[in-house]
């Protein structure tokens, strides 16, 4: 079956590749010449008028709304910022990825998601704009590679409707105005994956160096979560490519080559730079990237035994329960996962074995159909991993799934409104409506206190559509549009609000999730932290001081001591301090007071921990203190874990030491280094509390000495609620 060009849908004839070209002038008649602008604003001369400025519309929206309120976040994550920041003053420090510009030691990550923000940092100094809009403009340019990849082989309205779904998922809102690595994660991949379905419209070699080219990079951003769509991308390209076969599989050699050199060539660099005059690769054990890549960040993600780490997850199997949540095949529909990305999940499902149905008698080598499997096998293979995975894994990590859904909702919805006509469609587009409706009024009566009257509408509007799509090759054109416009509104409705909930807030800290309080929770219910093992994170809830206690090496909240009773931290303040921005460690803000006091601390899914999930506000007195003499030290103070020690990194501008790594578990600084750098006079103070010391997970037991040693040889300078040694006072 051959697919020919219809300008009303423009799918590109199988033969050529793309749209036939635009038909000569008359003689003796000149086509007038376009200028620039008016190129950009009209777009192709066979689209339709709207097209071109409508896709603009959509950019110009998403870049509006996700801009909005976005310094409410502050630093967002403090432990990628201070590398940012890091990164800004040192380019040892930008090249490697370091939290310090004293280079102690790295993030857990490889360094790409930090350079743009770093460079951004460097030009407009540092500020939470500075380092968020790159963030933005990641999440604009994932919207438009979804558009442009649906647009291709469908209609500008399929690419409009993927646009915006992406646009509007609560996760893609979330993670696109954050300093995670996940942004870029997501454009690279999104872009892989239009590139390899720009190599099987036509063959060409290049197109598919080019997608090995961004998935390289996308594994300097986040490592091997960048390798779980090549063997759907590699399978696809390797049975529908219009090549011969011997072709193909050379092609595929070229691009896995290309894939090597993008993403191995800093590995490389990393590896056999001499350890002595680079800094500790941070979430390593024996300070090896590769270690790090295939054990915190690779296998141990997967089997739940990341060493180093604060715990593995939920057991093998479906319905494993973990400290990471219970892992099965419906994981990603739960009350953890549901509300932040399965919105739209089984509506692209349906829409997914429909399109592939539509296609079923296609040559080899449709691109129709390959466009289905290139961004439907990504979708599933994500999900799949995600649903299985035992290690560590954050609610927003979901935000990889969003390009492929959106992208596999906008084809299907296209391909099954052109055969409307054929009952078989018809009633696949009005069951994606209904599954849509549905499921989105199940996600918003798991959270009934958050716009009540919302559900009914939702639901009512969807199976209202449906019932009209039914019949829509039977009904007028205007009537079925109306029919598709209306489930179109009810199957967006839900997750937009979810997705307007997210802008209004900031979020801050390790663990953050989309949507209202309450959507999504880990350990049974609202207020239920996200923190691993689920309940309440250390330090909330009705712990009392004692040994323990709360979950802290100690019982109580480092650097405040006294019982923790009501779901108050000691005082109302977290550990040596406020929280940043007077937000709790749930990753939003405390809007209304204090912690303890009105605070926003449910649902999140948060969870603090000291300095691990996040850090401490500096105080005008503190950071004085640090500030005193400077530039006659390489780091003014050392911290247990990376962020308490980025908290007062950011406070004061200046380099601070992280103790341990993120968990304060990783085997640097050992003791005796410690006490070198200390002899030396390159570090200042020492920061009582923070990280988990000689607590859970692996810790070497590095921080734990260090911490000994300090408390019994130098004087304890107190001020206000945070306690400090002076290194240079020794008490003898």
């Known amino acids: 079956m051959t697919t020919h060009y219809d300008p009303a849908v423009h799918t590109p004839a199988e033969d050529d590749g793309g749209p036939p070209p635009e038909a000569p002038a008359p003689p003796g008649h000149h086509r007038p010449r376009r200028s620039r ?18 896709f603009l519309a959509l950019l110009t929206a998403t870049a509006l709304l996700y801009l909005y309120n976005l310094d409410a976040s502050g630093w967002a994550n403090s432990f990628y910022s201070a590398a940012v920041q890091a990164g800004s003053q040192s380019w040892k420090a930008f090249f490697f990825g370091s939290l310090d510009a004293g280079n102690a030691i790295t993030v857990d990550k490889p360094p790409a998601a930090l350079w743009p923000m770093a460079l951004a940092v460097r030009i407009f100094g540092v500020s939470s704009w500075s380092i968020l809009v790159p963030e933005v403009l990641m999440g604009v340019g994932t919207v438009a590679v979804v558009y442009a990849a649906v647009r291709r082989r469908f209609s500008p309205a399929a690419g409009l409707i993927a646009g915006a779904v992406l646009a509007l998922t609560p996760v893609a809102a979330l993670m ?134 604060v715990g593995g997850g939920g057991g093998p199997g479906g319905g494993g329960g973990g400290q990471w949540g219970e892992t099965g095949w419906d994981r990603m529909f739960n009350s953890e996962i549901g509300g932040q990305i399965s919105w739209l999940l089984p509506a692209a499902l349906i829409l997914l074995v429909a399109g592939l149905l539509a296609t079923r008698r ?63 469609a018809s009633l696949a587009l009005a069951a994606a409506v209904t599954a849509s409706a549905a499921w989105g009024y199940v996600l918003l009566d798991r959270t009934p206190d958050y716009l009540p009257w919302l559900r009914m509408p939702v639901l009512a509007g969807g199976l209202v559509a449906a019932l009209g799509l039914v019949f829509a090759g039977r009904l007028g054109r205007r009537t079925a549009l109306a029919a598709a416009g209306l489930g179109l509104v009810a199957s967006l409705a ?11 807030e900031g979020h801050s800290g390790s663990i953050v999730t989309a949507g209202p309080s309450g959507a999504s929770m880990r350990g049974g219910g609202p207020g239920g932290g996200g923190f691993p093992g689920g309940g309440n994170a250390p330090g909330q809830g009705q712990g009392q001081g004692g040994p323990g206690a709360g979950g802290f090496p100690g019982g109580t909240a480092p650097g405040t001591g006294g019982n923790n009773q009501n779901g108050q931290t000691p005082n109302g303040r977290m550990p040596n301090g406020q929280a940043p921005n007077g937000q709790m ?8 007071g204090p912690t303890g006091e009105g605070g926003r601390t449910g649902g999140a899914g948060g969870g603090g ?82 990280g988990m010391g000689g607590g859970m997970g692996g810790d070497s037991g590095a921080a734990s000495q260090i911490t000994s040693w300090v408390e019994a040889t130098f004087k304890e300078v107190t001020v206000g609620s945070a306690t400090f040694y002076d290194l240079t006072s020794p008490t003898g």
């Open 37 to 54: 602008f008016g190129r950009l604003w009209r777009g192709r001369p066979e689209d339709p008028r709207w097209a071109r400025p409508a």
């Open 585 to 592: 460690p749930n990753g939003r803000s405390n809007q209304n």
């Open 609 to 690: 921990m000291g300095g691990l999930l996040n850090g401490a506000e500096v105080g005008s007195e503190a950071k004085k203190l640090l500030e005193a003499d400077a530039d006659s030290y390489t780091w003014v103070a050392a911290a247990i874990g990376s962020q308490n020690a980025a908290s007062y990194q950011l406070g004061t501008g200046e380099p601070v030491m992280a103790i341990g790594g993120f968990n304060g578990t990783d085997p640097s600084p050992t003791l005796a280094q410690f006490k070198k750098y200390v002899a030396d006079g390159r570090i200042h103070y020492f920061i009582a509390g923070g």
């Open 176 to 309: 696109f105005r954050f300093n995670n690595p996940d942004a870029l994660l997501a454009l690279l991949m999104s872009l892989a994956c239009y590139l390899v379905v720009r190599a099987l419209e036509d063959g060409r070699t290049k197109w598919l160096v080019w997608a090995g080219v961004a998935i390289g990079f996308a594994f300097l951003a986040k490592t091997l979560q960048a390798f779980l769509i090549l063997p759907a991308l590699a399978l696809v390209y390797g049975v529908c490519a219009p090549v011969r076969l011997r072709k193909r599989l050379g092609q595929l050699a070229l691009a896995t080559a290309a894939i090597v050199v993008s993403g191995g060539w800093w590995v490389a660099v990393v590896e056999l730079w001499p350890a002595s005059s680079r800094p500790y690769v941070g979430g390593s054990q024996n300070n090896s990237f590769l270690e790090l890549t295939f054990g915190y960040n690779g296998l141990g993600r997967l089997n739940g035994e990341e060493t180093g780490s």
């Open 362 to 424: 296609a040559a080899r080598t449709d691109a129709v159909r390959a466009s289905f499997l290139v961004w439907g096998g990504s979708l599933l293979m994500t999900a799949a991993v995600f649903s299985y995975m035992a290690g560590i894994f954050h609610q927003y990590y979901t935000v990889a799934l969003a390009p492929y859904l959106a992208a596999v909702v906008g084809m299907g919805a296209a391909t099954l409104w052109e055969r409307r006509e054929r009952i078989w």
């Open 494 to 504: 839900a997750p937009t609000a979810y997705t307007l909930s997210t802008l209004r």
